[in-house]
């Protein structure tokens, strides 16, 4: 049976973004169940979570200022940090994508910068073509998975890592210094990346992380719950 990987999506736009999502997980090996705030999350139906892009995150949850322009949604918030929280609390391999790390960074107490363009002092442009060139760091757990050192990305954010939550490493970060992927080298599984690898799946780097992370549902699946208690 293939691993289950719940993928978390906004309200608003959930339905074209589940599809992609979908598709990635599939050819990785994968099934794919939609999770959004007004529906059942429950970990233990699944083997692995994907938090997925959309709105920013609330600054309320690091002690940022709200912003007029910024469109939020603290249902989805409040679901997704959950979410991050005990997936780290019983070692569920997760993969955070755009707001999705962030959220893998908030929700261990890390912070964001509101607008990263500003603060690095570059243009804020968007697009799912891969344009960024990335450097992952050496002897990370993205740099076995990806099998590459530096890639192109897209770009479809406005915030990025500042302070880092606990457990988290920076283990990518684009020209400028912006922080582009991090990771948590203790956990089975958790990475979160600033771009968009469901739009690059052409790619086989960008598809390495989908199979990595069924590779670690999958395998988190086949442990005996005795041994995963020993293990902790």
Known sequence: MKPRIAVTVSRRSGWRIFPLMALNIWLAGGRA???QSNRDAD???VDAVVIGGGDDIAPTLYDGQ????V?????RDALEAGIVREATRQDVP???ICRGAQMLNVARGGRLYQDAYAYYGQQNYKTVLPRKVVTITNNSVLRRVLGVAKLKVNALHSQSVSDLGQGLRVTGRDQSGMVQAVEDPGRRFAIGVQWHPE???YRAAHLNLFRALVA???SKRDTPADQMR???
């Open 33 to 35: 169940v939609r999770w």
């Open 43 to 45: 970990l233990a139906t």
């Open 66 to 69: 709200i912003i007029s322009e």
């Open 71 to 75: 469109r939020l949604d603290p249902d």
């Open 94 to 96: 997760l993969l955070g």
């Open 199 to 201: 739009h690059l799946f």
């Open 216 to 218: 670690a549902a999958r």
């Open 230 to 232: 020993c293990a902790g």
